[in-house]
């Protein structure tokens, strides 16, 4: 497949937010990435259900909702009825991972798995077939704008390794510091979509700057 963007509207401007949501619908990207953080399992608050619903109603692209939340399994049925496409939740977060991903599938949306950069690739070996998407975070979760963690290239290799050998369908999601000057690298390690926040909404120009890593090619 080719690989997918996903502007996070984390990093968009709220004082505009429906010109941003907007904007990316006119874009070259492929979904929007809705971080929705409690400020217990990040040190970070973002936002909820209101603004999901507000989302929903102007995209005309896919939700994919990133839960970096503690209990999220309370709140699933809620964020499918808001629109959500896609729903990950942290392995982390997660004490019976399996059954949460059982009760995301079973509400019509694709389940996605998303991992800290200091948990290892082996513990989702158990998992590979129950998720339909892995998400690789390329920085501590909780803000935007941080440093790419380098590493985070060789997760994506092994995890690719494991997926193929396993044969799974599930595919690679990277979160974090993604831009012009890592994606090629990522995409040549197997890695399938990108979150892309600051690397969007803070250069003169966004549409740009999504074209740009849309169009990167290996």
């Excluded at 939740?89 to 059954?99: D, F, P, S, T």
């Amino acid at each position: 497949m080719n690989h997918l963007i996903a502007p996070s509207i984390l990093s968009a401007d709220f004082n505009n937010l429906s010109k941003d949501i907007q904007l990316i619908n006119e874009s070259e990207a492929d979904w929007f990435h809705v971080d929705v953080m409690d400020g217990v399992f990040v040190p970070n608050i973002s936002f909820g259900f209101p603004i999901l619903k507000h989302v929903k109603l102007l995209s005309q692209k896919p939700l994919d909702v990133h839960l970096m939340i503690v209990e999220p399994d309370r709140y699933l049925e809620e964020f499918a009825k808001c629109g959500a496409d896609t729903i990950t939740v942290h392995l982390e977060a997660c004490n019976h991972i399996h059954r949460t991903l059982q009760k995301i599938r079973s509400l019509g949306i694709k389940a996605g798995v998303a991992i800290n950069p200091g948990t290892p690739i082996n513990q989702l070996e158990d998992i590979l077939h129950d998720a339909d998407m892995f998400l690789l975070m390329s920085v501590n979760p909780g803000f935007g704008g941080q440093k790419f963690i380098p590493h985070t290239t060789q997760k994506v290799w092994a995890l690719k390794r494991l997926l193929v050998q396993h044969q799974s369908k599930a595919i690679i999601e990277v979160d974090g510091g993604v831009d012009e000057n890592n994606i090629l690298e990522l995409i040549e390690a197997g890695a399938d979509v990108f979150v892309a926040g600051s690397s969007v909404f803070n250069k003169p120009s966004p549409l740009l700057a999504i074209q740009q890593l849309k169009n990167a090619k290996n």
